[in-house]
């Protein structure tokens, strides 16, 4: 039985990455599972859809899916099916990511209906006011990730703290239950360390592990700087 989020937390996007496909997803699966193991700290990886099956039945750490929709299961040819995606072994699901994004009306439909079934909806923003019009909403966690720094090596944490401090502060005051994360350039633990200072309970990240030459010497970084 794959465990659920908890924090602080690293979560790892494997995108279509050649590196996170097929038995490399599992391959990374693994390692996010030992460095979790070791170090205590919560990882949790969103695998494609293709692959969702074979990594959680492989590992035990959290698996989130990259998009589901909010369509009952019938006809509906191309869609993700949420409920299929909780039977491959998701906990959960990336919602609005910056390569996938949704209107206010869909995330409202998509989280809800997760809600219902028993999933978490970890929602990405890209500003301020969008995470506070998503808080409203009720998701489970928020990742703030501002479009022009993912995959650059910059760090939000570092670039641009007042995005993450002053997103940390309205979503407390419209929906204190709310978890929010930080991503965009995330590759070192000083960037993790960085963002729990601006009040951020993890990361979310993605190439900064999947392309990294030594996958677990980089998320071991990561993790322990998460624990700081």
């Keep these: 039985m794959t465990r659920g989020l908890t924090y602080?937390?690293?979560?790892?996007?494997?995108?279509?990455y050649v590196e996170a496909t097929g038995e490399g997803a599992v391959r990374l699966a693994k390692v996010a599972e030992d460095v979790s193991l070791r170090t205590g700290v919560c990882v949790a990886v969103a695998p494609q859809y293709s692959d969702l099956y074979r990594v959680s039945g492989k590992v035990r750490i959290p698996i989130l899916a990259q998009?589901?929709?909010?369509?009952?299961?019938?006809?509906?040819?191309?869609?993700?099916?949420?409920?299929?995606?909780?039977?491959?072994g998701a906990i959960g699901s990336l919602v609005n990511h910056s390569e996938h994004m949704l209107k206010l009306s869909e995330i409202d439909l998509i989280t809800q209906k997760m809600r219902q079934i028993g999933l978490t909806s970890v929602v990405c923003t890209n500003t301020t006011s969008v995470s506070a019009a998503v808080a409203a909403l009720g998701p489970?966690?928020?990742a703030i990730e501002p479009?022009?720094?993912?995959?650059?090596?910059?760090?939000?944490?570092k670039?641009?703290?007042?995005?993450?401090?002053?997103?940390?502060?309205?979503?407390?005051?419209?929906?204190?239950?709310v978890q929010v994360?930080?991503?965009?350039g995330i590759?070192?633990?000083?960037?993790?360390?960085?963002?729990?200072?601006?009040?951020a309970?993890?990361?979310?990240?993605?190439?900064?592990?999947?392309?990294?030459r030594d996958p677990l010497a980089a998320l071991t970084d990561l993790a322990n700087g998460a624990k700081s």
């Design 201 to 212: 309970s993890g990361v979310l990240m993605s190439s900064g592990f999947v392309k990294a």
């Design 67 to 88: 998009h589901v929709d909010h369509y009952d299961p019938g006809a509906h040819t191309g869609s993700s099916c949420m409920e299929a995606a909780k039977e491959a």
């Design 181 to 184: 994360l930080c991503g965009a």
């Design 140 to 142: 489970d966690v928020i």
């Design 147 to 157: 479009p022009d720094l993912i995959g650059t090596g910059i760090p939000v944490s």
């Design 187 to 199: 590759t070192k633990g000083e960037d993790v360390a960085a963002a729990s200072r601006l009040g």
């Design 8 to 16: 602080p937390l690293v979560a790892i996007n494997f995108k279509t």
């Design 159 to 177: 670039a641009r703290p007042e995005i993450v401090s002053d997103t940390v502060a309205i979503i407390r005051k419209i929906n204190p239950k």
